[in-house]
């Protein structure tokens, strides 16, 4: 929806953090604009804000950011180079929601973001997915846009007699059954929140000194970056650690996994024309980067078990 809204088309390049999911792309590629990747920051895996300008040509109408594990990119500087360049700023908040930064709430700083309620999300309903708007005019026609392109909410309201097609659009309403699981999701969020940060801590402080010793990297402090605890992840020193990390978790009943190969570096990102080798620091995250489980339902001795094993793995 997104890329209807902001009108792109077939000519237009928009930017893209380098690490990220594939709906991310996936949502404007498909209506035909050519992507333009930027690497990522080492430690927060955000898009590396000092690369952003380097990228843009005449061709550019957006940025698309994502706050990776909730953490808030730098919005004041990316909304300096959008505003100096004309650009569209559309946020992925699908780590975020209910996130903060020091300049506000996750999900508030594009002209559209985005958030995603799929199953494997802090707030869920099996999938499905919102937007916000900041613009009244967008939110119009976002209206008709998530109807199949017509005017049937405005028919609903007893604005018009019938309702029409009247523009693009596709089915993008969520179900009646979903979206009551989803309310009760939503006024659950700050138990949810507050439960995923609780056991964050725990994997932050426990661990701490045992990456240290090992070399493997904890998510940034979140006295520093405030998170959402969407995942806890590790980056351990070289490539063929992750893979034996990873047996070594299983080992003790623990299910780790890894995400996000670099979208240049995907079959799909080479069909499109992009090559790899260029994004260091997304490519460092799909090869060294482990994801622990967190989950709000999460008991302390599970919690423990998945600290105890962590701390046995030694690095040689
Ligand atoms: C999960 C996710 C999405 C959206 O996923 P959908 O399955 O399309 O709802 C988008 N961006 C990021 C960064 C994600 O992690």
Known sequence: ????????GPEDEVIFPAYTFVSTVLAFASRGIKPVLVDVQPDTFNIDTRLIEEKITNRTRAIVTINYNGV??????????CDSYGLFLVEDNAHGLGGV?????LGTFGDISVTSFHETKNVSCGEGGAITLNDPALSERAEILRDK??????FFR????????????????ISDLLAEV???QLDKLDTILRRRREIWQEYYQSLGDWGHEQGVMLPPSPALQPNTAHVFFLVLPRPDLQEEFIKHMRLGGVHSVVHYQSIAESPMGKRLGLSGGQFPNAERGHSHLVRIPIFNSMTKSEVN???????????R
Do not use: P
Request: hydrophobic content about 35%; charged content about 25%.
């Open 101 to 105: 930064s020091h300049a506000g709430a």
């Open 149 to 154: 392109g017509t005017n049937r909410s405005k």
């Open 158 to 173: 007893g604005e018009v007699d019938k309702y029409n097609w009247v523009d693009w659009g596709s089915s993008w309403v």
């Open 72 to 81: 808030s990119c730098d919005y004041t500087e990316i909304r300096r180079i």
């Open 182 to 184: 989803l309310a009760h």
């Open 305 to 315: 078990r998945v600290i105890e094993q962590a701390q046995e793995f030694r690095v």
């Open 1 to 8: 929806m997104a890329g209807y809204l902001a009108e792109l």
